[in-house]
Structures are given as C-alpha cells and as structure tokens.
C-alpha cells in the first residue's frame, strides 16, 4: 500500500534527508587514494550521530555497517572493511540512510578517487543525468513507467545497461515502503503518480552487461561480467508543483 504524506512529513523526510547529504559531503571529503572503506564508514557513523540521527542501514536487516561501499565492479550493499584501500582511479558507489525523528532518509552518489578513466567518468555522469531525467517526470498525473522508462532511456543511449535485480522504492517512516520503483520500463505504464508519494529513485547502471550476482557475504552485489557500476540516489517527493529533492540544498 502506498502511503501519501503530508506536507508536515514532507517537510520531515527533507529534513532527514538534509543529514544524510550533509553525512556524504563529510565522506566524500575523506575519499582519497590510500582510505578504507571503513575509514568511510566511521566518518559516516560520527557525522550522522553529531546530527541527533542514526544510521539507518546498520542491523537492517543484519548489515553490519553505516555505509554501503561499493568499488568499481560492485554494484550495491559493498560491506565497509579495514583491509579494503581505495587507489587512485576507483570509483565508489556511497550509499547513506538515516533515521531522525521517526523518519528515514536515503540517498547515494558514485565518487572519484582522483582522476579516473574515460569510461567511468561517462558512466558516472550518465547515471548523473538518467537520475535527473527520472526526476524530472516525478509529478502528479505521471506514472511510474515514466521514472523508469526515462532512466532506461538516458542509460542505453550511452549503449550501458540498467541493473534489473535492484530498484529504487518509497520511503517515509520505514526505510522500504511502497511503491518499488525499476530503472527500467515502459513509459505511459504503471502506477499513476500523486501528490505525497515520496520515492527514493536510484539508477544503478552497468558499463556492460545489466547481469550481477551476490558475493559470499550475502550482501555485495557485482557486475557478472567484471565491468563497472554506478550507483546514485535521491529521496523524492512527488508535490503538486512538481518534485521535490529532499536535502539536496544540504550538499556542498
């Protein structure tokens, strides 16, 4: 079931989506050649408890961590360890929750660590643009198959590919509510889109094949073929003026 908010709540999600930007700015600060993904995750925890908030994703449903880290070939949920050295060239898909007065905010950008390669950075910047595309049809009247079918497009014009075992979803007072929302589909079809949804809309595209699997640890998901993912993430609420991004005037 859909749960519609009001504009109170609304104004909530935005202010919990506010630390979680606020939290990326602080990690993405840290992402440097020779920095854990641990070393993230403890960046990630301090900024959020400073906040008054929590981390959301940590015990979800047994995580184990603050932040999802996911480097170049993984795709999501990428398990935050010591042993783990960013070097120069990666890229690194930051994934964030948090929960603030009974609300849940989310959202994730795919960072550089210093200069990558061609290919990444236009993979980078197409999920960039297929989030922003998707966006833009998040109003009233729409339906879902246009958020997802205007990610679909951006992506495979790039000729990359849209990861199909992971969506996006609504979010509000649980982390995962109602509607789950593909990055892929036909525009014109699905859910009609009201005022009150909020979504969390995250393109999680391929640089080859759209196929990934799940590593031992049950959690990190890579690209079957090895190629590279990226990962990026608003929370979204649909208003009868249009979409709002929540927490986005937080970022630096």
Not at 214 to 227: H, I, L, M, Q, Y
Request: with cysteine; aromatic share 6%; proline share 4%.
């Amino acid at each position: 079931m859909i749960v519609l908010k009001t504009r109170d709540e609304i104004s909530r999600l935005d202010e919990c989506n506010r630390i979680v930007h606020e939290v990326l700015d602080e990690v993405g600060r840290a992402v440097r050649a020779g920095a854990t993904t641990l070393d993230l995750d403890e960046v990630a925890e301090r900024t959020v408890k400073s906040r008054g908030a929590k981390p959301a994703f940590k015990g979800y449903r047994g995580f184990p961590k603050s932040l999802c880290t996911s480097i170049n070939h993984e795709v999501v949920h990428g398990i935050p360890d010591r042993a783990r050295k960013l070097r120069p060239g990666d890229i690194v898909g930051v994934d964030f929750g948090a929960v603030y007065k009974g609300f849940y905010g989310d959202a994730a950008r795919t960072m550089r660590v210093g200069s990558v390669s061609s290919e990444a950075e236009r993979l980078i910047t197409t999920a960039e643009r297929a989030l922003m595309a998707a966006i833009a049809m998040a109003a009233p009247g729409n339906r879902l198959g246009d958020i997802s079918g205007a990610v679909q497009e951006v992506t495979e014009a790039e000729s990359f590919s849209v990861v199909r075992d992971f969506v996006g979803h609504g979010v509000g007072r649980e982390l995962h509510e109602d509607p789950q929302v593909p990055n892929y589909g036909v525009k014109g079809t699905g859910v009609r889109l009201k005022a009150g949804m909020v979504l969390a809309i995250e393109p999680m595209i391929n640089a080859g094949g759209w196929e990934v699997e799940v590593e031992d640890n049950g959690w990190t998901a890579v690209t079957r073929d090895g190629s590279l993912s990226a990962h990026v993430e608003y929370s979204v609420a649909i208003t009868e003026s249009g979409p709002m991004i929540l927490g986005k005037e937080a970022r630096s």
